[in-house]
């Protein structure tokens, strides 16, 4: 085995090793993840990141094996070119990352801090009875209430035709090239698994990107094209 072949698979062994701690490290609350060893800044790896990467390093050994047996001493250190590049030109600071881990956890000294869950639907239907019944006091006629003259809903159907022309009007002009990103943001992240509710908040977490209120509009305009280039890639 080459100098090269070594050190490529050292270093997969080292991810892989590192995935699965990060696998046992999801039964941890907050407090005590901080408390396993000094993370560099980022947000806490999911289980679908933690699969995801998984299954990409047993493919990546995979091939690397296969390369070593047949002899292609130029595979690992095309693969070592390749990292050395990613990290001088082509990567982009995220908070998504899954920081290298070394230390196992301590379930034991687990605290009680727990990461906020979301309402259920019993917590959320005093708010919602709530905001309808305010909603029908405010569309009740109060009874000294006087019907419109012809000319105020003459008045009142000539600025709803404004606000829907309004609506139809294209908004803030975005970039083609930031368009393009946001459309393969989208299709890369519906490839792996994301939901599509999901999409718009990730790629505003990118580097570059526009707000998430355009990219919504993006997403939007291109759901087709997106969705296409995701089952592209998965297929």
């Known amino acids: 085995m080459s100098a090269a072949y070594k050190r490529i698979e050292d270093l997969l062994d080292r ?14 609350d907050d407090a005590s993840y901080a408390r396993v ?15 995801l990467a998984r299954t990409r390093l047993l493919d990546l050994k995979q091939q690397v ?27 982009e600071h995220i908070d998504r990352f899954i920081p290298l881990a070394t230390k196992q956890p301590d379930t034991a000294a687990s605290g009680t801090v727990r990461r906020p869950r979301l309402k259920t639907a019993e917590q959320r239907a005093p708010a919602k009875a709530t905001a309808a019944a305010r909603s029908g006091r405010a569309l009740s006629p109060s009874p000294a209430a006087k019907p419109q003259a012809p000319a105020a809903q003459s008045g009142s159907s000539a600025k709803g035709v404004a606000r829907r022309a309004a609506a139809a009007a294209p ?4 970039p083609d090239a930031a368009t393009a990103h946001v ?12 939901e599509w509710p999901a999409i718009a908040g990730l790629i505003a977490r990118l ?3 526009p707000s998430e209120a355009e990219i919504w509009k993006i997403l939007r305009a291109h759901r087709e094209t997106i969705e296409q280039r995701a089952r592209s890639a998965r297929d």
């Open 171 to 174: 908004q803030s002009a975005i």
């Open 183 to 194: 459309i393969a943001d989208a299709a890369r992240f519906l490839s792996w698994g994301r």
């Open 15 to 28: 991810w892989l090793a590192s995935v699965e701690l990060h696998s046992r490290y999801l039964e941890l």
């Open 37 to 51: 060893q000094k993370w560099p800044e980022h947000q806490r790896p999911t289980r679908w990141v933690l699969d």
């Open 207 to 209: 580097a570059d990107r």
């Open 65 to 91: 094996a296969s390369r070593r047996d047949q002899g292609d001493e130029r595979f690992a250190e095309s693969l070592e070119l390749m990292s050395l590049l990613t990290n001088l030109l082509g990567a």
